[in-house]
């Protein structure tokens, strides 16, 4: 009867299993016959047997990339297409994030859409008050700004002629040359002005888009999103839902970190401004908080006004140290305040907020350095909640279904 322990040799099998010749090698098992009408010849094979799985997984890849670019590049063509109407609903949107803790606060006590009409009226209040600050500073103080411009002209004419050896009849040759450039080029001055026109009426236009927008947004925006929600299959609504409460939580952060840098930026160009002396101090200042709303490069278009009003006002070595005040200003924001500021705000590594907005610049130029930063985190944000199934913070559900409530 056969042992019931399995794999141990019987005693009287060991001879006869070592005396078998060390260096005998079983024979090998001979090759199996093909399928009857299959042939073996790797010459007859199909094409596709032949290609290496590498580069067929590569291949896959490639064509799906490329279909992918064509629709991002397709998106964009479109967005430009419609820029008229697509630029005014992004400003719209960046401004509801801003301004819908204040509509929510005003809710509390009076209707929605009071709330709503109130907050937009504030608005079109705070940047026309602020405007027209700018306008009255410059007013009160054209007459000495007029009177210091034609000292300063002298003074940078001495510091050029000293420094460069550029004489006074060369200076009046370049003015003479500009001048018939601008003669010859009067054929075109009609087109340019039409050109100017339509800008302007589409600057206008786009204003009151916006506006209407953020009154809508501000007083429907829940029900507008539920809609756009319902455009979706009922088995991907959740996630799509979860997805746009996460995005409008990072354009809030964005929207509030925005503001203290705008702020610091303002106070520190504005000051330096003041200590120098250099007229209209105040109202570079609100221009330097406007312009720093487009990150990094706004602060250093609109710093370039308190420069070039030292420049002809107070001579070019006050216009020198303006500018380095100006530049150490824009490092702080580059360097500090937009990658840790806005980085830790909206959870974006400080490169990513950098190489967002240089890749905004180069395709879409000042609109695109204006929304890189919440588009980069929106798109990071979404895209972790998706992928690794990141909750939804509590506060923020908290406060979308209070609105959805009071709605």
Same mark, same amino acid.
């Given at each position: ?49 032949q ?55 005003l809710?509390?006590n009076i ?16 940047i ?12 009160s103080?054209?007459?000495d ?12 004419r ?5 420094t460069?050896g ?10 003479? /040359? ?10 075109n ?6 050109q ?6 589409? %600057?206008?236009?786009?204003f ?37 409460v996460?995005?409008?939580?990072q ?12 702020a ?13 002396g ?11 908080f ?26 070019p ?13 824009? /490092? ?5 305040? /937009? ?12 490169l990513?907020?950098?190489l ?13 350095a %204006? ?16 992928l690794d ?19």
């Amino acid at each position: 009867m056969p042992s019931a322990r399995v794999g141990r040799a019987d005693p009287a099998d060991l001879p006869r299993l070592g005396a078998q010749a060390p260096d005998s090698h079983p024979e090998p098992a001979p090759p199996m016959a093909a399928a009857p009408g299959v042939d073996t010849d790797p010459a007859h094979q199909p094409a596709a047997w032949q290609v290496p799985m590498g580069v067929r997984t590569a291949s896959e890849w490639s064509w799906r990339l490329l279909i992918i670019a064509a629709a991002v590049l397709g998106a964009l063509y479109l967005f430009a297409y419609l820029s008229e109407v697509t630029v005014p609903l992004i400003v719209a949107l960046l401004l509801s994030a801003l301004l819908y803790p204040v509509t929510r606060f005003l809710a509390r006590n009076i209707p929605r859409g009071a709330a709503a009409g109130l907050t937009v009226i504030g608005t079109l209040a705070l940047i026309i008050g602020a405007l027209s600050f700018v306008g009255s500073q410059f007013t009160s103080q054209f007459g000495d700004i007029s009177s210091q411009v034609g000292q300063g002209v002298d003074e940078v004419r001495g510091w050029f002629r000293d420094t460069f050896g550029i004489t006074d009849t060369q200076v009046e040759e370049w003015i003479d /040359q500009a001048r018939e450039t601008v003669s010859s080029s009067g054929g075109n001055l009609g087109q340019t002005a039409a050109q100017a026109g339509l800008t302007v009426t589409h %600057l206008v236009a786009g204003f009151f888009i916006a506006m209407f927008a953020l009154f809508f947004f501000l007083y429907q925006g829940e029900q507008i999103w539920a809609w756009v929600v319902r455009l979706f299959p009922r088995s991907s609504r959740d996630r799509v839902h979860s997805s746009g409460v996460i995005a409008w939580g990072q354009l809030s952060a964005f929207t509030r970190a925005t503001i203290l840098v705008a702020a610091v930026d303002a106070l520190g160009i504005g000051l330096v401004a003041a200590l120098l002396g250099v007229p209209f101090a105040s109202g570079v200042a609100v221009l330097v908080f406007f312009g720093a709303f487009v990150p990094v490069i706004g602060a250093a278009i609109s710093g370039a006004v308190p420069v070039l009003l030292a420049l002809v006002a107070l001579g070019p070595v006050k216009a020198l140290i303006m500018l380095g005040g100006v530049i150490a200003v824009q /490092q702080l924001e580059s360097h500090v305040l /937009q990658p840790l500021v806005l980085g830790r705000a909206v959870r974006v590594h400080p490169l990513a907020v950098i190489l967002g907005i240089a890749a905004g610049v180069v395709v879409a130029g000042v609109l695109g350095a %204006l929304i890189a930063v919440p588009l980069v985190a929106v798109l990071n944000a979404v895209g972790h909640h998706l992928l690794d199934g990141r909750e939804v913070p509590a506060d923020l559900a908290r406060e979308l279904e209070e609105a959805e409530e009071a709605g």
